[in-house]
């Protein structure tokens, strides 16, 4: 170990009494600031976020829903049953948007569950729809129909970014209200609540607007 230590102290030395030579092909020096100051690139605008592919199991008095859908373009739903005493086959739904929740609930309290989709647009107004069914009678399922905001009569300042949640046996769907229509509108802040109750319908169920509330 000394002998090593002389010999790297000898090299040293000679190399120091050298000064005014340089190697033949030295490595240039790179500041180390020079990576860290580089400019970052621009970011890039911000787009919609899409959810993953959505796969949730649900289940209400002794019936369940599963519920999938792969969030893609032309999108759809698949609501696939079990326990109903005549029919178990699977629903599947186009989807304007992307699934984003589902619930089970029982608003009519007739001992026959249903499922409730909740959907969301993909563009920047992120407007939601509700693809739903009943298990009619608890032997198979039957569609249920949510009017389009078009023909609400509180649609005046909807302009979308709406979420749907079952409370207290209802189905509530809360929205911004806006000044005006278009490209002109802005948020007034606040905020519009509607409440829909379940109905029987000619050809399977409705929701009914039953309230209408802002705050």
Known sequence: MKF??????????LLSGCGAKTPSNPSPSVPEATVSEQPSPAAAPATPSV?????????????????TSPNV?????????????????????DADGAV????????????????YVYVTSTDAAARGSVIAFSANKRKSLSSIYLPPMAETPAAQGYQGHDEFAIVEGSLVRR???YTVEGAAASPTGKTRQLQYRLVPGEAGWLLVLDRTTDF
Do not use: K, M
């Not at 230590?5 to 030395?13: N, R, T």
């Not at 959505?54 to 519920?67: A, K, P, T």
């Not at 373009?73 to 739904?93: H, K, R």
């Open 4 to 13: 090593r230590y002389c010999v790297l102290l000898s090299g040293v030395a």
């Open 51 to 67: 959810p993953a592919g959505f796969d949730r199991q649900l289940e209400l008095n002794g019936i369940e829903f599963h519920v």
């Open 73 to 93: 373009a032309a999108n759809t739903v698949v609501v696939a049953p079990a326990g109903l005493e005549i029919d178990n086959s699977p629903f599947t739904w």
């Open 100 to 115: 984003t929740g589902a619930e089970v609930a029982d608003l009519d309290a007739d001992g026959s569950p249903e499922i």
């Open 175 to 177: 929205f911004p209200i």
